[in-house]
Each structure stands twice: as structure tokens, then as C-alpha cells.
């Protein structure tokens, strides 16, 4: 990850609080990456969901859902979460601590699961590009 994130750059995602706990939970467990991860990776992380949260793109059945799931289909048609075996997020952080805790998992089921994550972090964010895209569109239109 430090090697991927480097020490510059903003770093998008789509649930501030969400991301930053799961770093403070790495920071906690790996404390040899604890100040890299305190003393500068959570201060350049911004947060797409405040787009939604704050109402500057506001959804006309208002609804306030906190979900990349629920909102890249009210904005573009060229992106869907349907595809995807692995769709709750729950379930996909309790696969992923499966993976890499569970010693019974064949390397076979090991290799499944990775490759799933990797296709909903890949959809997740081919949905946030999509998402700011449309949004500088329509601001762009007013």
C-alpha cells in the first residue's frame, strides 16, 4: 500500500470515515507503519460521499444512501455493481479476513476471492472516475 500510495497526492474515496478506520486499524496492527499512516496519509484523503451528504448533487427521490452501489446508476447507465459476485461490503471484509486468516482455504478458493476483490475495487472505482466526471459535466452545463 505505501509503496502504491506513495507520500504526495489526494487520495479519493467514497467513504472518509469508512477508509479512515480501516487505516487506523492497520496503524494499529502494523505499527511499524503507523506514522506514515498517521502523520500525513489520512490528511490527504478526500471524501466523495460529501458530494452526496452535503446535497450539491442532489438525488430527485431523495434519498441520502451512503452506497457507490446506489448512486453511479442515477448518474450514468455505463457502469453496474450487477455483474459482481461480491456485492455486500460486509460480507466482502469478512472474505477477505477469511483469506488471509483461515489456514483451511485451498489456494484455489485463496486466488477466487482475490480475484473478486480486485474486480470490485476495480468496478468501485471506475464508479468514482464516473461519478466526477458526470458532476464536472453537469457543472460545467450551469
Excluded at 455483474?83 to 478458493?109: P, R, T, V
Aim: proline share 1%.
Amino acid at each position: 500500500l505505501k509503496d502504491t500510495l506513495k507520500d504526495t497526492g489526494t487520495i479519493l474515496v467514497y467513504d472518509k470515515t469508512k477508509e479512515s478506520s480501516i487505516l487506523k486499524g492497520l496503524a494499529w496492527n502494523y505499527p511499524d507503519f503507523k506514522s506514515w499512516i498517521q502523520g500525513g496519509l489520512l490528511n490527504r484523503i478526500q471524501d466523495l460521499w460529501g458530494v452526496f451528504e452535503n446535497f450539491h448533487y442532489f438525488d430527485i427521490e431523495g434519498v441520502l444512501e451512503n452506497s457507490v452501489k446506489y448512486n453511479i446508476p442515477k448518474i450514468t447507465e455505463a457502469l453496474s455493481h450487477d455483474e459482481l459476485d461480491i456485492k455486500n461490503g460486509e460480507y466482502l471484509g469478512l472474505l477477505f479476513e477469511k483469506m488471509a486468516l483461515d489456514e483451511s482455504i485451498s489456494l484455489e478458493e485463496k486466488k477466487k476471492i482475490r480475484m473478486e476483490l480486485r474486480k470490485l475495487a476495480r468496478t468501485n472505482v471506475a464508479s468514482m472516475v464516473y461519478i466526477v466526471d458526470a458532476l464536472r459535466e453537469i457543472s460545467v452545463k450551469d
